[in-house]
Structures are given as C-alpha cells and as structure tokens.
C-alpha cells in the first residue's frame, strides 16, 4: 500500500485533495473501487469519471476537477504515470528462496547468489545459473543448459540440453526451450528419417516467453532469440528462426524453419510465417496473416497470402461488392441485347 | 459390467431378447463388438446394422427387430438413452486416495475432506482446496489458490498464485491458468517494458479446459471464465477476457485481450478472436473465423474478416464464378466494338 | 570427432585433401567454421563456397574443387551424404540411466531391461514399459499405460490410462497424451453434459510428436496414430482420429473428432481439419488450409474453404484483378450509354 502523495512523487504530480489517501491497487476507471488509484487518459473513456469508484486518480493538467470525493494527481501523460506507480510500486515479488532440499542439482552445476531453486526441480550436470535468477517447481532443465542473472522462469518448464539464456529472461509455465525441430529426409521406400536436432537456442536478455510456447533448437547451429523480444502464449518458433530485437509476437502465432525476422516485428494473433523467409524490420503482420513471401519494405500487412494491408483493403472491397459487379454485368448484357435488336432492325 | 436390464431400469426402455445379457462396455454401430452396447440414432447408420457385433443396442420404439441374435432396448431417444447408461454406469473413477507424502503442501493450506493428492505436488502457503477434489501428480500451484469441491486437477497443471476456482472443475495435463498477459509499453527508445500482471483467473463452476490451454491473469483485475464454459485443448484466452456462461471454444482458438464474449457462444476450431471486442450471446463462429470487429446479433458467423455466414457464402460463391465474370466482361468489351464498328459505318 | 577418412568410409567419398582432418561437428555451407564437415547440393550455395569456413565438405564428383585449403570428399549425392554422417556419428545419447530414487513406481508396473527412469516419474499400477526405453524427469504415466522399446519420452510428459504405445516412439516435453475428447451433450435446460471419455489413444512405432502437442484419448474406442507418422509442436489432435502411416502434421495443425487421414499425408502449419471426414493418401494441404470437406484425391490443396491450389491460384489471380474488373464494367456502362445515345439521335 502506498498513499496519493508518494504516487506524486514518482511521478512529479501536482495533488489536489488527500495527500494521505491510501492506495490498495490500481484499476481501470470503470472497474475501479475506493482504495484504488485510476488515470483517465483519452476522451472515451471520460464518461467513466462521475461513476468511477476510485478514490485517487491521474488526470491531466486542464482537467476539470469537477467531483470533491476524489484525489487528483495530474500530469502531463496519466497513462505512463499510472504505469510508473504500476511498475514501481506494485511488482509482485514471486516468493521463493534458498534451494530446496527436493531439487535434484548435480554436483558439477554451479548456482549463483541469492538464485532460489523450487520443489523438484531438476539441474543435471554442468548446468551454470546466474545471480537472483528463480527457478520455480517442477521445471527440468537438460545437461549445460546456462541461465543468466535475474531470470524468472516458472514451475513446469522444460529447458533442453545445451541452451544458453542472458539475463532478465522470463519463462511462464509449460514453456519447451531447445525441443527437436521437425526435420526428415525420405529413405528408398519413402519411410520418414529423423535427422537428429543438434543445435541449441540462445536466448538473449530481456526476453519473455508466454505459457505452452515451443522454441525449438538448431539443427545444426542455433535458433537465436535476440534482446527484449516478446512471445505471447501457445506461439510456436521452429528450428533455425533467428527474431531480432524487441520484435513481438502474439498468441498462437508461429515462425516456420530458417525465417529471420527483423527488429521491431509485430505478429497479431494466430499469424503463420513460412520457412526460409525474410523480414525486414518494422513489419506489422494482422492477426491470423500468412506469410507465404519475403518482406523486404516495412509497413502493415494482412491475409492469406498475405499482401499490403491497404490494397488487401481494396480487394476485400471489391470482393463486398461482387453481387453488385455480378449485377452490372448482368445488366450490360440485357442492354448489349437491346442494343443489337435497335441496330439490326 | 451392467446387464441389458440395468441399463433398462436406468432409461426405462423395453426389453426384447436376454434380460442378462452382459454389457462390458459401449460403442458406435460400426465399430461395437460381442458384450458391447450400441445405439441406432439417425437413418445414415442402419446400413451398419445388420453387421454389427453389438450384442445389446437401444433403438426406436417402431423398430424393426429383424435379427434375433441381439438385444433391443426399445426407447423414445436411443442416443440420449445411450449416452445416459455411459454417463451413469461407466464414467471412470480416476483413483487417487489419501494425500501422497511426496506432495509438497504448506502448513497453511486447507485442504477439504476426502480430496486427494498426487506425487510431488506442490500447495504453497495460503491455499484451500476444497472437497472430494482430487490433484493429480507434478500439479503446482502458486501461493493462496483456492480450488472449490469435486474438482480434478490432472497432472503436470500450473496455476500460478491469487487465481480462483469453484465447484466441479477439470483441468487437463498441461493447463496453465494465470500465466501473466501480454502487456507492454514502450520507452523513449521504443524498448517494450513488461507491465505487472497483478489480477488473477476465475473460474467458475462446472468449467473443463483442454490439455495445454493457457489462460492469462487479468492485468489489474480478473479473467472470468463463467459457469459451465467448456474449453478444448490448446486454446489461448488472453488477459482480462470474459466469457459467458456455457460457451464453447475449440480446440487451438484464441481470444484476445478484455474482449467479452456472452453466453452460448460457440468457436469452432482455430478462431481468432481479437481484442477488446463485444459477442452476443448465441452466436456460432465457424473454424477459422478471423473475429474483428464486435458481434452485436446471434448468427452464424464465418470467414476473415468475419461475416455472416449466408453473405459469406453468396461472396465466395461469387469469387468461384469470377473466371466467368472475367469471360462475360471480355465478350461485352468485344460485342461493344462491334456494335460501334456497325454504328460508326 | 571423427576425421574425414571415416566420414569418406561411411559413405563411399573418394577424398581429396587430408583424410585426417577433424569434423567435430557439421553445419551447412554458409556458417560453418575450421573443424565442421559442411556439403555443396544445389547450386544456389555454390556463392558461399569460395568464403566457406568449413574444412571438409561433401560436393559432387564433377566439382570443380579450386579451393586448396579443404578436403572434398566427393559422392553421388552430398545432401545424402551429409545427413548419413550427422545421423551414424552425430546422433546424441541423451544420456539417462538406471532408475532414480526419486521415480515413483508402483510394485505392480513392470520395467524392461536397460530401460532409465528419471526423477520425480510417476509410473502407477499396471504400466509396462519395454526395454532401451529413456522417461524423463516430471513425466507421469496413468494406470496401465504401455510403452514399447527404444522409446524416448521427454520430460514434462503426461500419459493418462491405459494408453498404448509401440517402439521407437520420441515424444517431446509437455506433450499430452490421453486427454479427454470434447464431447458434450446439452440438458433440458441446454446445459453441456460432459460425455465420459472412457476410450484411449494408441500410438504405433516409429512415431514422433513435437513439444506441447495433444492427442486427446477415443469417446468409446481409440484414436490411432499409425506407424511413422510425425508430429510437430502445438499440434491437436482430437478423439477417434485415425493417421494413416508416414503422414506428416506440421506445427499448430489441428485435425477434428473423428476424422481420418490416410497414408503419406503433409499438412503444413496451422491447417485446420475439420471433423468426421476422410482424406486420401498422397495430399498435400498448404499452411492455414481450412478443410472442411473430404478430399478423396491426392494433389496439393490450399485454402478456406479448401481448393485444389491450381484452382485456388487462379481465382486469386482473378481477385487481385477485381479493381481493373471494375474499372473495364464502368467503362462498358459509359460505352453502352454513348452509343445508346447515338442510336437514339
């Protein structure tokens, strides 16, 4: 709990109300209750403001302080303001420390300080952790596996032999690190054979990965994660996919074998990129696009196959109005008819 | 094992043939064997009849029991009558007794009577688990989960900390609940900065979720998932989502961030549903539908982007016909010529 | 390591350069370094040749081998060749042996010989594993689950009861198998009923299936992946599906109850196969097909709703065609009104 005067503080706001007002949680405006610390950024959301239960919130420095019930905090940009206490003060910690007595860690791996080890986990040989980095329950990592500083990875994940993590790393539950990718050749009768997965994934810093999401290994070298980028839930990264830095990738999205994907990609929801494919940086995909071709200019694309947004716009248009079109070709028939008969008369 | 008269008691159906006759398990028409019971619905399925090996089977009042060598249950509704007798006399009783010693439970859980738990399970400090609910081997859960009575947590589930379930829940292998959403913003040099997911998942009474689905945490609040929801396995429900009572989502759909969806509400296999949306209750979204924009009115819904599914199939019938349309337009352009050719002369 | 004599030996090279040289791994053309065994196929990598890192390399007998500091080993075909080494020398042991203290075991399970049991395993009553058989950490087996030889099931694996698998089968962490099928019936009231799902899942040898996938157990019977079929990460599978022999299902695919996929069929990622339907052997369905009809004729399909992809191809075309479609009927209208008015003057 924090009050409304130390919210000011972090963030260089102007009170007008109760300096000592407590703050329990932060809330959006039309769900928020007293104790609760709100902001109200953009116009839409104005019509919240009479009925808002909360009890302190950051506005802007024009705004009408109409109600006397409330404490106001006011700010250039409330959005980020709120964000700062959010981050700031209301981190959740995660609990866990020491190294429990039901982890099994091999006498060969080498943790670091103040690094907390859950029930169960598992650290086989010439495993290296870093510092203040929480392995939660239940994990299992392979042999050599290296797990940077400050990393979270929670209970039920599985990190597969030799993978290499940075720092500030975060692996949310059921995540698979360094699985086998998907690669055969075809023997005399036709019967699939497994080429063995012999790579690993390095993963830089300040990655997060979401819940159940797979990132497979190498083949032969590395998958490669690059600095800050994000991977929602259920996403699926194949053997060889190389993700620049700070690129995002939504929900049930999925990179196909050897794709390099630039800096600063965004992925929607449930979009499909193909094997062998590159992107160049400051690409947005919508969601459930298919990527079917290389992406060499920036810019916002859509569909399947996949095209520049505005024109998919276009033909999506056309595509309403072909009854219409149907209609007009119909009709120009009729008229050529009519036409012909005037003139063959 | 039941006898053909048990399972007639139990749907108060008409017995013609062995009143003993063993019932060891069931099956469909096509596939059922000696000492098994079968069903006869709907017409597409009496060509199996005369083959089957059922030796007991459920079927219309007004049937014609041409063979003698198998046991008729004559009933109003033979696939409810069916599904009755599986519901009641073969449901597995998936054993677990007693609390495993390996289990890994805080001295200020609470756990209900007759709740049974697996190996290496892990119930940190905080949590209450209710009665008759059974958590099966490698479950973790986070600090102060309280799960409600008559529930079945199978193995290798993660429910991380503050989240909340009711009565008569199941949770597949693999789920995760309370994973942390995707929520960013970006600093001033455009780096993403994790905002803290500090809200949890509820889930009500009687909701089943399939094997790896992931549901996120609210990001201040809470995810709800209401009564009676049903959801397949590897589906992805984002932070801060609603879902109404008795809606069902297929496998691999995912939706996206606050978005509500009302109750009836049936997705059909890999739909995408986007962000910050409103559904009706009553609605059906066939597979695959890309879902946009908000769904004010029940229907049938279809295609990305999303459209009513009659519309939808007098477009793609249209885009089918297009080869034509294109030779239409061509023959009108070269009939146009020649009758300016005639004109002009 | 092996030298490049033995690599030659393996796969009948004739060398040119120092049959001595190390290979201490293998990686292709463009990244490998001094110690890696690389290989020229096609022609589109002949421009890494000339900077290639690596010092032994598989090329074709007509190769013009300008290089001096390199030993060629030349063969019919060098892919080939390549992948013979990688498989015959470099395939990893994945070490695991014994059975660990820590392994849950029921008296009643029977283990074969030579097969490992890592930590934290849960194998109950009734299981019985085959010989040369690898579990790893976390992985929990249900009541009566048979798994053959040579099998390697990853960590974090879960197999509910009575599910049976043949040899050589490679399941990857997080993978379900045996989950319930999705089966409701509605109440009076339209309340889902869930349906026991009282079938299993069999699995026949030399079957892979990739991180996190699910292949949820038959409603009455089995659902049944054939011999050599392979399964990439995040793939459903829903109950009574039946996968013919050597069918590949990429990464986030998903195939409907009750639907059947005959031999030597691909799917790419994320197609989506709706229930109840039959496909043929030999077809092909690109990334994101939606099918939703039975395909009873081998070819390659693409699409939602599904097409051949030559006809799919051709009314793309006519799509992205439809802005100069509406511009030539606008220009017919016009026209036919010109001369409509000549004629009438």
């Not at 420095?61 to 959005?79: G, H, M, W």
Request: with cysteine; aromatic share 6%.
């Amino acid at each position: 709990m924090i009050t409304a005067k130390e919210a000011a503080l972090i963030t260089g706001a102007v009170i007008t109300g109760n300096p000592d007002e407590p703050i329990n949680t932060l809330a959006n405006i039309e769900e928020a209750s007293p104790g609760e610390l709100t902001f109200l950024g953009s116009s839409p959301y104005e019509k919240y403001f009479t009925s808002s239960g909360a009890t302190v919130i950051f506005v802007k420095k024009d705004f009408n302080k109409s109600r006397t019930d409330i404490t106001y905090l006011e700010v250039e940009d409330p959005a980020r303001a709120f964000y700062t206490v959010l981050i700031r003060c209301f981190s959740p910690d995660y609990p866990l420390e020491g190294i429990h007595v039901s982890a099994h860690i091999d006498p060969s791996a080498k943790i670091g300080e103040h690094t907390a080890i859950g029930m169960n986990v598992v650290i086989p040989r010439g495993c290296r952790i870093g510092n203040n980095t929480k392995i939660f329950h239940n994990t299992v990592l392979g042999e050599n596996v290296v797990i940077g500083d400050g990393c979270l990875i929670f209970q039920n994940v599985s990190i597969r032999e030799g993978c290499i993590l940075g720092n500030n790393i975060i692996l949310h539950p059921g995540v698979v690190i360094g699985s086998d990718g998907f690669g055969y050749i075809r023997d005399e009768q036709g019967n699939p054979i497994k080429l063995p997965q012999i790579g690993n994934v390095i993963i830089e810093d300040d990655v997060e990965i979401g819940a159940n999401s797979a990132i497979d290994r190498g083949a032969l070298k590395s998958t490669i994660i690059k600095r800050g980028v994000k991977i929602d839930n259920l996403v699926q990264v194949a053997h060889n996919v190389i993700i620049g830095e700070n690129t995002a990738l939504s929900a049930q999205t999925g990179v196909a074998g050897s794709t390099k994907l630039g800096r600063n990609v965004i992925a929607a929801g449930q979009v499909g990129i193909a094997d062998h494919l590159t992107v160049t940086d400051n690409v947005i995909f919508t969601a459930k696009t298919g990527v079917s071709k290389s992406i060499p200019k920036p810019g916002i694309y859509f569909g399947h196959p996949v095209k520049e947004q505005k024109k998919a716009q276009v033909l999506e248009a056309h595509v309403r109005t072909l009854p219409e079109y149907a209609e007009r070709i119909k009709a120009l028939e009729a008229k050529i008819k009519e036409l012909e008969a005037k003139i063959n008369n």
